[in-house]
């Protein structure tokens, strides 16, 4: 039995699934935390192989069995190099090299994929059947997401396809964002705009909410949409621009499916009714019937997308 390993790097910790390479099916999974010693993050690397290497002698699993190695990472990446990584010391490196450099056997494959594109391919494979064409919105700090066109993952020629956080919604809004430009969909549905809501509607449009302010959370404000009316709107802004960049989406992709994941996603289905009520106000043509599903796996749709992204290579 041949095994590959699935590799999600975070931020804070790292989450590793052993795989079947046969079937991809999930045998085991281990985490460890995020190393920070090195100021190029150089020790990342290391601390994976050691760590692999702990695993497999735990499981009795020979290392040599081990063929490949896939790196879901929190960054655009094109074919292994990274550029710049916002949560890690990364800066102009190739990590798949960096990852190969430090393995023994030099037949061990190794690839690097985006962490959201890792996700979207996850969960396309975890769906009940696999879908053709299909859009993934992380919804978190940020806002990320993949695409599936044609069965195939769509990186983009500089590795920032499906970043739906810079998609333009609002073109009259005055707020310049860290990319640059006004109006961004970050600006409407990033955790500090929604917080930001918020306090404007409390402090400066003064109504009244039953919100506490100095431990405000976006989940906070979700789960008090029915009592509050504060968080009924700040939820429906929410749901309208998310609404707004998916129909916009829908005219240019045409998928059969939206799945939604990302901590925010734990709102669930009042969610996904909400976002779906105003897509269908600016859908148009057929796109109206598409439906909107929950990520099934949001913990587990990292490492499962990478194995995913890699099995290609193995043929
Ligand atoms: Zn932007």
Redesign the pocket.
Same mark, same amino acid.
């Given at each position: 039995m041949y095994f590959i390993a699935g590799v999600d790097i975070g931020g804070t910790a790292i989450k590793v699934g052993i795989f079947k390479s046969s079937d991809l099916e999930l045998l085991s999974t281990f985490s460890i935390e995020t190393p920070k010693k090195d100021p190029q993050g150089l020790d990342i690397f290391e601390d994976i192989i050691k760590g692999l290497k702990t695993h497999f002698s735990e499981l009795n699993f020979e290392f040599k069995d081990l063929i490949g190695i896939s790196l879901a990472v929190p960054c655009p990446v094109v074919e292994g190099y990274v550029t710049l990584a916002a949560n890690l010391p990364w800066k102009n490196i190739n990590v798949v090299n960096e990852m190969k450099k430090r393995l023994s056997n030099e037949n061990i494959l190794v690839c690097a994929i985006n962490d959201a594109n890792a996700a979207v391919m996850g969960e396309n494979f975890l769906l009940d059947t696999p879908a053709k064409n299909l859009v993934f919105f992380t919804l978190g700090t940020s806002i990320g997401g993949g695409i599936i066109v044609n069965s195939q993952l769509l990186e983009g020629v500089h590795g920032y396809s499906g970043e739906f956080?810079?998609m333009i919604v609002d073109y009259r809004d005055k707020k310049v !964002? %860290? !990319? %640059?430009?006004k109006g !961004?969909l970050?600006h409407k549905c990033s955790t500090a705009a929604v917080l930001e809501y918020a306090k404007e509607l409390v402090e400066i449009k003064k109504m009244p909410s039953i919100l506490d302010f100095k431990n405000l959370t976006v989940r906070g404000i979700f789960d008090n949409v029915s009592i509050d009316k504060v968080s009924k709107k700040v939820f429906d802004r929410y749901c309208k621009y998310l609404a707004i960049c998916a129909a916009n989406i829908a005219l240019i992709i045409d998928p059969e499916i939206f799945i939604i994941g990302g901590g925010i996603s734990h709102a669930g289905d009042p969610l996904i009714k909400n976002i779906k009520k105003y897509y269908n106000k600016y859908a148009r043509f057929n796109s109206k019937s598409i439906p909107f599903v929950l990520a099934k796996r949001r913990n587990q749709a990292g490492i499962f997308g990478t194995v995913c992204y890699l099995k290609q290579f193995l043929g």
């Open positions: 956080a810079h !964002c %860290g !990319c %640059g430009q !961004c970050e």
